[in-house]
Every structure is written in C-alpha cells, then in structure tokens.
C-alpha cells in the first residue's frame, strides 16, 4: 500500500468525520452497574453490545476512564456479574443520544 497515493488521502479525508456506532446489530438489555470496588449503590445503564471479552454500555451519566465497573445483567431468575475497566467513553453522536444526555462506554472485561 502506498500511503502517499492521493486517492487514499482523498479517501481518508472524506472519513475524517464519520461517526461509527456499533448498537444498531445488538438487543439492547437493561442492566445494574456499580461504580468502583466498593460500590453500594446500583446505577441502571443498558448493554448496547458485546463480544470478546468487551462491553458496550449506554448510560445517562458520565464514568470515568480506569473506573472498575460492575455490571450485573437480570437472566430470568439468575444474575449475571461480571467486571470491567472502563478504557473508551464519548457522548452519543445520535440526535436521541444528545436529547436524552446519553453517555457510551467501552469495558473491557476482567
């Protein structure tokens, strides 16, 4: 590949403002998360994807980066918990996500 080829910095200009959103191939699932190591109080967040050791989470508040995070998913009559850190969060780009404060947050799993 040649990265002094003008076609692909035209390319790559055009590019420069995409706004990439992984939660359209995903069922949304309410969750509980708790903040920390010693967290008490439980936080309703959605998880908007997963795969491979790596959450997606929609929130309405922001989080940290380096946060431990512990998200506890309803499966019928049994939890879910798992933990993560906290490691890429941004405001939504979506015109719903900017109307309703929402917050996305990539946690990769421990």
């Known amino acids: 590949m040649d990265w002094n080829d003008?076609?692909?910095?035209?390319?790559?200009?055009?590019?420069?403002n995409w706004k990439l959103d992984n939660r359209g191939n995903y069922d949304p699932k309410e969750v509980q998360i708790h903040l920390g190591w010693?967290?008490?109080?439980?936080?309703?967040?959605?998880?908007?994807?997963e795969r491979d050791q790596v959450m997606m989470l929609e929130t309405r508040?922001?989080?940290?980066?380096?946060?431990?995070?512990?998200?506890?998913?309803?499966?019928?009559?049994?939890?879910?918990?798992?933990?993560?850190?906290?490691?890429?969060?941004?405001?939504?780009?979506?015109?719903?996500d900017r109307e309703n404060g929402i917050h996305l947050y990539w946690l990769h799993l421990r």
């Open 61 to 96: 508040f922001p989080i940290s980066l380096g946060e431990h995070v512990r998200v506890d998913e309803p499966r019928g009559e049994t939890m879910r918990t798992v933990w993560g850190i906290a490691v890429e969060g941004r405001e939504g780009f979506r015109a719903e």
């Open 6 to 16: 003008p076609r692909l910095a035209e390319l790559l200009r055009r590019s420069e």
């Open 38 to 49: 010693g967290a008490n109080t439980a936080r309703n967040a959605v998880l908007v994807w």
